[in-house]
């Protein structure tokens, strides 16, 4: 007797893993190359910049149990790691600076609870609701005119963690003109980029590497104003065309839809009238993030250098005020919203919940550099690149120190660490090149920000994602050719600047 057919057992379609499992194997690769990778160091002057030539190989102490110890504790040294002041050391029992992300972690929780607030009073929804129906016929004009802005805040200030907290709002309002996920994160995630990477006065960029070469602030502006402007239009023109496609065929888009996200759409009718509260929470929301924007730029070093001190109404807030900001607006708004004290503070925790994976992101990408810092790896990469750009003609030693520089700013996310190290080292060979030294600046910023657009080991990115609800793989193929046209464009403009300049 034939025993009867059975069908064939299905295969369970493979995915790509979620962003915790990336960075749980970036940080594995890291700490076993680290293995390979010998320790170094550059010796540093009185005010912390790395001496030119003085790369030398370090004993390497650090035990097997040491190093996996520092592979055990990767998040926990992500999220409050203390570095020593004098071992450079970081760990979570030791004394001396914080490390860790703990800031960022704790101002994306804050943002969370306010936006959530803000969305509990219904004025955000309505509020959406209403710009969507007066932009339905003109919401190109906005994907621009948001990320002109982002474009300006990136190229003066390094706007870049900041726009963790636009993903709440920009995302429904996205959603609601009929783009997907992707087109919010083209907008926030490049808009911003595309202004760091051509920064002009940002002291956290231009001013670190201007400082470490020994140059004037405004020293190469020309160039990267023209940069901004070709480079920014470039970026939008994407983005654009990126939009228009999905609208027309939302079966082609690249982040995919969630369910409920073509639910959102911009209604053929006109939305209900905002109540008197409504429209006092809108305005409490809008001047949060302006404020915001205000409090963080370092307006003295933007007018008058790197070196200036700040004027008397400065601010200078980071991380922590801004945290107790977001956290002091959720509580105002939720008043004024008249949500009461109950729905006030279910509203924050939830926003706490709906936001702590984005910032346990953050922390993972953070514990990957406490172990390159650990193992003492990065000035041994920064040695092997160093002699590269060594002996070239001017054009292509310009687009040289750009090239080396993308791979260490993979490593390096933080742009003020990766110029204090590197700059020291790149600017002195200008000199032999025959270029001026604001190039070089000009190219290792470029390389920088354009690392940034893409480095699972950033915030920015990581983090941004995570809110957006968008895969990391899908990411990469929507910036991918982007990245392309941002690299032709940038290696002809060091070209031209070294043969101009």
């Given amino acids: 007797m034939t025993e009867p057919l059975t069908a064939a057992p299905e295969h369970k379609k493979r995915s790509f893993p979620s962003t915790y499992t990336i960075l749980a194997g970036v940080t594995v690769a890291v700490w076993l190359l680290a293995f390979i990778i010998p320790a170094g160091a550059y010796d540093v002057d009185d005010k912390g910049r790395t001496v030119a030539g003085s790369y030398h190989r370090v004993e390497d102490t650090k035990s097997f149990g040491g190093r996996l110890r520092d592979l055990f504790l990767a998040p926990v040294n992500g999220l409050y790691g203390i570095q020593d002041g004098t071992t450079g050391q970081v760990g979570p029992d030791l004394t001396g600076e914080l490390y860790g992300a703990a800031a960022v972690f704790l101002f994306v929780l804050a943002v969370g609870a306010f936006i959530t607030v803000a969305f509990a009073t219904g004025a955000l929804d309505r509020g959406i609701g209403r710009l969507a129906y007066r932009l339905r016929n003109r919401s190109l004009l906005l994907i621009v005119g948001i990320m002109v802005v982002f474009s300006i805040a990136g190229t003066v200030e390094g706007f870049a963690e900041e726009t963790l907290g636009f993903y709440a709002l920009l995302v429904p309002l996205t959603l609601a003109l009929g783009y997907d996920r992707m087109t919010a994160v083209g907008m926030i995630i490049c808009g911003a980029g595309v202004g760091v990477l051509c920064s002009t006065v940002n002291p956290f960029a231009t001013g670190t590497a201007s400082s470490a070469a020994g140059i004037p602030l405004g020293q190469g502006i020309v160039l990267r104003l023209a940069m901004l402007v070709v480079l920014t239009a470039a970026t939008i023109a994407y983005v654009l065309w990126y939009a228009r496609r999905v609208k027309a065929a939302p079966d082609r888009s690249w982040s995919g839809w969630l369910p409920g996200d073509q639910d959102v759409q911009a209604e053929d009718h006109e939305p209900e009238a905002m109540t008197g509260r409504q429209r006092a929470v809108l305005w409490l929301v809008a001047f949060t993030f302006a404020f915001m924007i205000f409090a963080i730029i370092p307006w003295a070093e933007v007018i008058n250098g790197p070196d200036a001190t700040s004027f008397p109404w400065q601010l200078d807030w980071f991380f922590p005020e801004l945290t107790a900001w977001f956290?002091?607006?959720?509580?105002?708004?939720?008043?004024?919203?008249?949500?009461?004290?109950?729905?006030?503070?279910?509203?924050?925790?939830?926003?706490?919940?709906?936001?702590?994976?984005?910032?346990?992101?953050?922390?993972?990408?953070?514990?990957?550099?406490?172990?390159?810092?650990?193992?003492?790896?990065?000035?041994?990469?920064?040695?092997?690149l160093e002699g590269v750009v060594r002996g070239t003609s001017s054009a292509v030693f310009a687009i040289a120190v750009y090239l080396v520089n993308i791979p260490l700013a993979l490593l390096i996310p933080s742009t003020s660490g990766h110029a204090t190290l590197a700059m020291p080292i790149m600017a002195p060979l200008a000199d032999f090149a025959n270029v001026p030294r604001s190039l070089v600046v000009t190219a290792w910023q470029s390389a920088s920000g354009w690392a940034n657009l893409v480095t699972p080991t950033t915030a920015v990115v990581t983090g941004g994602l995570a809110l957006a609800k968008v895969r990391y793989d899908r990411y990469v193929k929507f910036v991918a050719p982007l990245l392309g046209i941002l690299f032709v464009l940038t290696c002809a403009f060091l070209a031209l600047g070294a043969l101009f300049g």
Avoid: C, P, W, Y
């Fill in 327 to 384: 956290l002091v607006g959720a509580a105002v708004i939720g008043l004024v919203g008249g949500l009461g004290e109950t729905r006030m503070t279910e509203a924050i925790g939830k926003g706490f919940g709906d936001f702590v994976g984005a910032g346990i992101v953050i922390v993972l990408a953070r514990g990957v550099t406490v172990i390159m810092n650990n193992t003492q790896i990065t000035s041994t990469v920064l040695h092997a």
